[in-house]
């Protein structure tokens, strides 16, 4: 049975108790004593202060012995408050403590109140050990009030990730309660949460004095102009955030430009992203007089199909004076020939952009033929996608002779751009020289056989390429033959996308026999191919004796049981291949 004392005052305890930071000697406080060791729970407050509030974790703090069995927590008054059991006690606290793996929490469905309890006083625990937590389901107002009482007085959680939970503004007011108090979470996502401008506006009031917070994801939540203008506003202010995601948050011209102003005066956002709002011209030309003089920003995400002519004109002219962005994204937007032209002539003397992303635009040969142009006189651009665009075979044609001469673009996206035979063997040739390019994405280009024995020719030589992407083309068993030829000698690749193309047994078996010698390969995919037993069976003698392939996928092939066997047997010699679908 637990000995109870209250007392106006502190009151004596044993000597492992010990009194949470920052309580005031005259708050009430109450002991629940026996031989155990003592644990911090929720206090109960006096009658007078329950009459203007209801208790709060942080606020009266209570030392309550460890015990097996429930203890009932009794106020100044000597009135019993509320039967809670401690920490031991709780099996729910000892399975939600049994999940948490190297300081992470994960919890992926509806949470019940009896599990939200025990999940708060493990956070309320000085010394819980848990510095990411993940909830992924459906919160109440009072799960969320609970949650937030528990980050008031929490010390050890860096990470809070509520993605999906329809929080609503209700739960993003209490979360502002709490990051006004919190002093070491640095990462809070809350993407998708059903928040509207009310609950942006209070988590711009806790923008304002937070002072731990460097990550905030607010995508998916409407927050409409007056909600990014209240961001804008605690921008203005805040010292630390350095990454503010408003993805599809119902932004127009008006929030973008509030952003604008904001990013003159701040001093530490270094990543922006604004993708999918309903940003246009004004909005665009407002960030771009921003990008002139602020120096801190460099990644600034503008998908979204608002972006055409007049827009990349804006960012052009930025680009041009710009020293701090070092990543753009532009995908999924209007951009034309004549955009990629305005665009082009910024990179020749543009000094700090390595990333650029066009993909899926409508970038055809000329706006191909431009960049191509830039590319050989820019000196820092070392990823460039233009993926899902219609560049052709002359565009590829012109970027093969850029790269000729290019020094520092080491990652190259073309998927889906219809570069054919010529395009292919303009690139096959550069790749024989070429000494930058680690990673090439060839996908849905209608390779075919003839198109790829010249490319696996010139990975023969090839001395720098590490990742090859060739998935959804129709190189057949053919292709899959010269690949092999060129696996046998090649030392760079570890990569290698087979996906969706038509490969068979006897390719299959090509690549078993490749497999044997090769000694750099480490992911192979081929998935959704025609592969049956025999190529299993051909794989698998390959399996038992390579050392070096660590991820495997023949999944949507046609193994049957007999291959799936063979597999399966390989996989228990070779210890190496950790990741294997079928």
Not at 61 to 80: L, R
Request: with cysteine.
């Amino acid at each position: 049975m637990y000995h109870v004392e209250s007392s106006a005052r502190p009151v004596s305890v044993p000597e492992q108790t010990e009194r949470l930071s920052g309580t005031s000697p005259n708050e009430p406080v109450i002991s629940l004593k026996t031989d155990k060791d003592t644990v911090l729970l929720q206090a109960m407050p006096s009658p007078d202060s329950l009459k203007s509030e209801a208790p709060a974790i942080n606020k009266y703090p209570v030392f309550i012995e460890k015990s097996k069995d429930s203890s009932t927590a009794v106020g100044s008054d000597g009135v019993a408050k509320a039967a809670l059991p401690s920490i031991e006690s709780s099996p729910e606290m000892r399975r939600l403590t049994g999940l948490i793996v190297d300081g992470e929490l994960r919890l992926k469905r509806n949470l019940s109140q009896s599990t939200m309890d025990a999940l708060c006083r493990i956070l309320a625990d000085p010394d819980c050990g848990v510095s990411k937590l993940v909830l992924h389901g459906r919160l109440s107002v009072d799960s969320m009030r609970m949650l937030s009482d528990a980050l008031k007085v929490n010390r050890t959680l860096t990470a809070l990730d509520l993605h999906g939970n329809e929080i609503g503004n209700a739960g993003a007011h209490l979360l502002s309660d709490a990051l006004k108090v919190n002093r070491t979470l640095t990462a809070l996502d809350l993407s998708v949460n059903g928040i509207s401008r009310d609950g942006a506006i209070g988590l711009s009031e806790a923008l304002k004095v937070n002072q731990t917070l460097t990550t905030l994801n607010l995508g998916g939540n409407w927050i409409y102009d007056t909600g990014a203008i209240s961001l804008s506003e605690a921008l203005k202010v805040n010292q630390t955030l350095t990454t503010l995601d408003l993805a599809g948050s119902k932004i127009d011209d008006a929030g973008a430009i509030a952003l604008s102003e904001a990013l003159k005066v701040n001093r530490t956002l270094t990543r922006l992203h604004l993708g999918s709002n309903e940003i246009w011209n004004d909005g665009v030309a407002g960030l771009s007089n921003a990008l002139k003089v602020n120096d801190t920003l460099t990644t600034l995400i503008l998908t979204g199909k608002q972006i055409g002519d007049n827009a990349v004109a804006s960012l052009s002219e930025a680009l041009r004076v710009n020293r701090a962005l070092t990543t753009l994204d532009l995908s999924n937007n209007l951009i034309t020939d004549n955009s990629m032209r305005m665009l082009s002539e910024a990179l020749k003397v543009n000094l700090t952009l390595t990333t650029l992303d066009l993909n899926h635009n409508k970038i055809g040969f000329y706006g191909a033929a431009s960049l191509s142009r830039t590319i050989k006189a820019n000196q820092t651009l070392n990823t460039l996608d233009l993926s899902y665009n219609e560049i052709g075979s002359e565009g590829a044609v012109s970027l093969s002779e850029a790269l000729q001469g290019n020094q520092t673009l080491s990652k190259l996206f073309l998927s889906s751009n219809k570069i054919g035979f010529k395009g292919v063997a303009s690139l096959s040739k550069v790749l024989q020289s070429n000494r930058t390019l680690t990673t090439l994405d060839l996908s849905r280009n209608q390779i075919n056989p003839n198109s790829l024995a010249l490319l696996s020719e010139a990975l023969k030589v090839n001395q720098t390429l590490t990742t090859i992407d060739l998935s959804d083309n129709r190189i057949g068993n053919e292709g899959a033959a010269s690949l092999s030829k060129a696996l046998n000698v090649n030392q760079t690749l570890t990569a290698l996308d087979l996906t969706g193309n038509l490969i068979g047994n006897e390719g299959a078996a090509s690549l078993s026999e490749a497999l044997m010698v090769n000694q750099t390969l480490a992911t192979l995919n081929l998935d959704e191919n025609k592969i049956g037993d025999v190529g299993a069976a051909s794989l698998s003698e390959a399996i038992q004796v390579n050392r070096t392939l660590t991820a495997l996928d023949l999944s949507y092939n046609e193994i049957g049981d007999v291959g799936a066997a063979l597999l399966s047997a390989a996989r228990k010699i070779n210890r190496n291949l950790t990741r294997f679908n079928m």
